[in-house]
């Protein structure tokens, strides 16, 4: 098919109303983040309920699972794509405009969505609905910092996409803690005031977020043991009745082979039983 015959077909489709976009929108804001907590495999009825449309309408717009998954990877990178185009074009300050996307691209929890969804896809499927390379935007930032003399000349891109991508994991221990992202959000401004050239001046703004010392760190470190127990528990008991059931389906298999083979036996009985009248009938008769 022609670019010409591409653009006529496009011309045909008739615009999305408001109301269909919206939803659109709240199914793959809900999803990312159903994805991030439960992984690819979450029930989309959980997606449906925080999204706050019926199932039916997820079913409408994404048919299949698969279309979900390549919609909520094009929605994150595009706007990964939206987040430094906007920093770059209304902050002054370039050290300034890449930390603001930074937290943005926190926000879109990538590190916990896009490693599983991106090996469903090739690169071509996913980067051909988003528009712009997400790349580009995020290493203009980063090479205007560093020209204005505000970020190390030795921080590379991988340093700034590799950071987000580990601070956007969850917590280990299974679930996600209420102060999860805020702790998330002061750990990058810590790591984005090492970016600065040795000799900056000190950062006048103090930390936000929740300030996890030592003894808050014995608290947390506590509850994510316990989290990660009672999973574990949660899934032995799971495993445990897999297995009581199983032995229950093997115990009525072989009642059921005990119960055929006692029929088979009176079987063989009644016929020794109606073989020994026979002998006797024919007995009888040659006396006679």
Same mark, same amino acid.
């Given at each position: $098919? =022609? ?10 489709? @008739?615009? $999305? ?27 989309? %009825?959980?997606? !449906? ?5 019926? /199932? ?21 990178? =595009? ?7 906007? !920093? ?37 499927? /996913? ?5 712009? %390379? ?27 996409? $590799? ?8 917590? @280990? ?23 600065? @050239? ?7 703004? @103090? ?5 996890? *010392? ?10 994510? /043991? %316990?989290? !990660?127990?009672?999973?574990? =528990?949660? #899934? ?12 229950? #389906? ?19 009985? #009644?016929?020794?039983?109606? =073989?020994?009248?026979?002998? *006797?009938?024919?007995? *009888?008769?040659?006396?006679?």
């Amino acid at each position: $098919m =022609s670019a010409d015959t591409d653009a006529d077909a496009l011309a045909d489709v @008739p615009p $999305m109303r408001a109301d269909a976009r919206r939803n659109r929108e709240q199914i793959l804001r809900a999803a990312r983040e159903v994805f991030a907590d439960q992984g690819p495999d979450a029930p989309l %009825d959980e997606i !449906a309920r925080r999204a706050g449309v019926g /199932i039916a309408t997820l079913y409408r717009r994404f048919p299949h699972r698969e279309d979900l998954h390549r919609g909520v990877a094009i929605e994150v990178l =595009s706007a990964l794509v939206e987040a430094g185009s906007r !920093a770059a074009a209304e902050e002054d300050d370039a050290h300034l405009a890449l930390r603001r996307f930074m937290h943005a691209a926190l926000d879109l929890k990538i590190g916990s969505v896009m490693p599983a969804l991106l090996g469903r896809f090739t690169v071509a499927e /996913i980067l051909d609905g988003v528009p712009g %390379d997400v790349v580009d935007p995020i290493d203009a930032l980063l090479l205007r910092a560093q020209a204005e003399g505000l970020i190390r000349v030795d921080v590379v891109f991988g340093d700034i996409t $590799m950071m987000i991508m580990r601070l956007s994991r969850p917590l @280990p221990g299974g679930g996600r803690f209420a102060a999860d992202d805020a702790l998330a959000h002061r750990q990058l401004d810590v790591y984005i005031d090492g970016l600065r @050239p040795t000799g900056s001046p000190r950062p006048t703004t @103090p930390l936000g977020g929740p300030a996890v *010392d030592a003894a808050a760190f014995k608290l947390l470190r506590e509850r994510v /043991i %316990d989290d !990660a127990r009672a999973g574990h =528990s949660g #899934a032995r008991a799971g495993h445990s009745g897999a297995r009581a059931g199983h032995s229950g #389906a093997r115990a009525g298999h072989s009642g059921a082979r005990a119960g055929h083979s006692g029929a088979r036996a009176g079987h063989s009985g #009644a016929r020794a039983d109606h =073989s020994e009248a026979r002998a *006797d009938h024919s007995g *009888d008769s040659d006396a006679d």
